[in-house]
């Protein structure tokens, strides 16, 4: 049994090169991906989450974390997480809601849907709603997936649905939300056609939202 909790620990203690050492170890030991990512760096993240709320870690330092966690997916395990079956399921718009700099998330699930085929158009972080209206008008995508990491930025995702209704675009486009503080109730509430709660579920609920 691996020893994940000494990747999350090391990750939140900063020591890249050691997170690395142990990621690589993991993998040549025949570790998944997945169970790294999901055991390992989520862990560590959420170790960095509690410190936040303490106020034991300064806002620098946890972005130079969630770079580095950002960088070890793409490098290491980025080839592993993807499916191999390329069928193509369309254009897919992402955004993370506008007052939200959080992309590490969405980024993941991104990543996820490229490697099950879909074209991803990835708009960024603090998207308003005009920008992605203007977005859907010009690239037509079959889907819309917005994220939001923060209760305080939660209701731009229902601001943002709206617009999409008030430009009478709504029918052509289905609407995938997702993020840490977001639930089913939620996306119900809003109006979504679907939630997920993590970048696995969100690759098999996009399929079916697009099939
Ligand atoms: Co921020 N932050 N942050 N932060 N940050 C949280 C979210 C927080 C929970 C930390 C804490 O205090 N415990 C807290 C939110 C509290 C709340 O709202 N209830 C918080 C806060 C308060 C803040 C600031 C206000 C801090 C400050 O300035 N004082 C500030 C806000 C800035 C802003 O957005 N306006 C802020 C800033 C930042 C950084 C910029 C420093 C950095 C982000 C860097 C980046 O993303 N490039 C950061 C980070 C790294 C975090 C934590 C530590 C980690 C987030 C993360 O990347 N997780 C986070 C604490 C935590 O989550 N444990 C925290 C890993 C990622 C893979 O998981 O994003 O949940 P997650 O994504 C999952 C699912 O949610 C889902 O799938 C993903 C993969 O499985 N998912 C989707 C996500 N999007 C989806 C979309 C979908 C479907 C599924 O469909 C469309």
């Not at 993240?45 to 410190?51: A, C, D, F, R």
């Not at 290491?76 to 992402?94: H, I, R, S, V």
């Not at 203007?134 to 995702?157: D, Q, V």
């Not at 840490?180 to 509430?189: I, N, T």
């Amino acid at each position: 049994m691996f020893d994940f909790e000494q990747i999350a620990k090391n990750l939140a203690e900063g020591n890249q090169s050691k997170v690395s050492e142990l990621v690589q170890s993991a993998l040549d030991q025949g570790v998944s991906a997945k169970e790294i990512l999901d055991e390992g760096l989520m862990g560590g993240m959420g170790i960095v989450g509690g410190m936040m709320e303490r106020e034991e870690i300064m806002i620098p330092q946890v972005l130079a974390i969630a770079q580095f966690m950002s960088n070890t997916i793409d490098e290491k395990l980025k080839p592993l997480l993807q499916e191999t079956d390329m069928n193509p399921y369309g254009t897919a718009l992402f955004a993370t809601v506008q007052g939200d700099l959080h992309d590490i998330g969405k980024n993941l699930v991104i990543m996820m849907l490229e490697g099950a085929g879909f074209q991803v158009i990835d708009l960024g972080i603090d998207v308003p709603p005009e920008k992605i209206v203007e977005a859907i008008r010009e690239n037509a995508p079959k889907m819309l997936g917005l994220s939001a990491l923060l209760t305080t930025t939660m209701p731009m995702i229902k601001t943002t649905i709206d617009h999409v209704k008030e430009s009478g675009l709504r029918d052509q486009i289905k609407i995938l939300v997702g993020g840490a503080p977001v639930d089913q109730g939620f996306a119900d509430e809003v109006g979504a056609d679907g939630y997920a709660p993590d970048a696995s579920s969100a690759t098999n609920v996009a399929k079916a939202l697009a099939s």
